[in-house]
């Protein structure tokens, strides 16, 4: 895969999120996979949040709709061939 098809399977899923890290253009993608690695942990992050009763209820459906954002602005960059990181949690490394 090249670059751009690379970047945009790294948000679909976790499973395109594995595909574009094994079989894609890793070195030309990475700082994709590594924000689309980031939503995903973030997000399972606030899904266990959510287990709590009332408090994380509220906590873990703003943080859900905060994911779904990040996520969507992730895709646009990755469309558009853009290295843009996402609100809050962009600066976070995960793949050198």
Known sequence: MDTK???????????????AFLAGDKEGAKFHINQALVIVLFGIAGGIVAVIPLIGWILGGLWSV????????????????EEKEVPLIGKIHIIK
Do not use: H, K, R
């Not at 098809?5 to 595909?19: E, F, M, P, Q, R």
């Open 5 to 19: 098809t690379t970047s945009i399977v790294a948000y679909l899923t976790w499973v395109g999120l594995l595909i």
């Open 66 to 81: 905060f994911m779904i954002v990040c996520w969507i602005m992730g895709l646009i960059a990755a469309i558009n061939q």
